[in-house]
């Protein structure tokens, strides 16, 4: 496939990668000032670094076997994450449920049990992984999007579907890679012909902070572009007269209903013209609004943050890479495998607050802070968020409970599919 089809030009692929990163350096301090800035995360705790608190677990009566991807939730290479057979049965091999009434229409609420990799592992195998083999273990995140660090991360392969704007800050975990991959493949495969998307940043193949990102410190976050209907670029804003809506709604579809999501973040303006073409196809009005503004029993998918009519930010959860990293700590630690981190704390002035009063109450320094915050004067505003910048190995995530995927009831099918 062309990097870009015939209506918008016949740009080279290294003209417009050389391009693209010209722009990208031009906007990136941008970005930090308003989508990625600190108020953008401000409000995530900073977690323990040495609780461990392992996820409930699946008897293991059997060795681990790897499970069909189109089956359950979770799936990687290296295995699966299942939802129980009555939650199974409510899908088709592609993911998508059937339409049989009004108790398809309800989103299953069934508990997803985890059948990890290293499932018949005693700590004295995994101590012996991680001192001679470390790679076999697969991908492991620690602490928080905005405090956190990745092992055995997997850098986004080179493919003509997208375009990755900087090329060493494209690591993420299996799952994270496999999800990305595989919502652009659904996209693809509905809509042939379509532009290359521009992929920013995931995150460094270690982890940690990544300029001028608070998040995208763990493997789980990417920017990924929207899909324009002409001159389709890096950072361009999308409004009433670019966005590709049929293909933008078909990749955040794929991201809901083929990975196991977290959060997309979208500017609100963006999010009123998704949701009126999703409606004018005919998708189901409650699932909308499940995924648009929540439940009584669900949180929204889909949220809006100021700074993401450029892109859209997609995060990720990552079961299996937080398990393996829970299971592994205690080893890691000992063996000293896990090294220490940059990352970033997001502190809101009160009034009194001084660079020197910070600078000792979290043990750095004046200089350390203005860089970090792009300041040029010594004040501080009141109610105003910076971020305090700090070195230091994290701990294991906190479990995060695993929701089944939101799946919508079938609706007409569009793109390539309707032409069939």
Known sequence: MP????????????????????????????????????S????????????????????????????????GQGCSPRGCLRAPPEAEDAKVADGEPHDEGPAARKPVRSPVVI?????????????????????????????????????????????PRWVKIDPANVW??????????????????????????????????QGGYLRPHISHQSGRDVDISYFYTHDPDWYVPANASNLDRPRTWGLIRALITR????YIFIDRRVQR???????????????????????ADD????????????????????????????????????????????????????KGDTLIGLAKKYRTTVAAIMQANGLTKKSLRADKTYLIPRQGAAGPSEPTPLPPRRLPPARPPTGAVAAR
């Open 259 to 262: 990975t196991d999501v977290h």
């Open 172 to 205: 993420g975990t299996t799952e994270t890679v496999n999800y990305l991959v595989s919502a652009i493949d659904a996209v693809m495969d509905e809509f042939p012909g379509s532009h290359s998307l521009f992929i920013g940043d995931l995150s460094q193949k």
């Open 40 to 71: 953008f995360f401000a409000q995530e705790a900073v977690q323990a670094p040495h609780q461990v608190t392992p996820l409930p677990v699946e008897p293991e009566p059997a060795p681990f076997a790897p499970v069909a991807a189109d089956v």
């Open 273 to 295: 013209l998704l949701r009126q073409y999703a409606e004018e196809i005919g998708e189901d009005p409650d699932w909308l609004e499940s995924v648009f503004h929540g439940t």
């Open 299 to 350: 949180s929204p998918i889909i949220v809006h943050e100021p700074g993401h009519a450029t892109h859209i930010h997609v995060r990720f959860y990552n079961p299996i890479a937080e398990e393996t990293a829970r299971r592994c700590y205690s080893a890691l630690v000992a063996q000293r495998k896990l090294l220490p981190m940059r990352y970033s704390i997001p502190h809101k002035a009160k």
């Open 115 to 159: 059948r990890h990799p290293l499932r018949g592992k005693g700590k004295e195998e995994i101590d012996r992984l991680v001192r001679t083999d470390l790679p076999s273990l697969g991908s492991m995140v620690f602490g928080s999007a905005t405090r956190g660090g990745l092992i055995n991360g997997v850098r986004l392969p080179d493919d």
């Open 3 to 38: 990097l870009l089809p015939a209506p918008f030009g016949s740009t080279s692929r290294l003209d417009l990668a050389r391009a693209l990163r010209l722009r990208w350096f031009a906007l990136v301090f941008g970005c930090g000032a308003v989508a990625c800035g600190p």
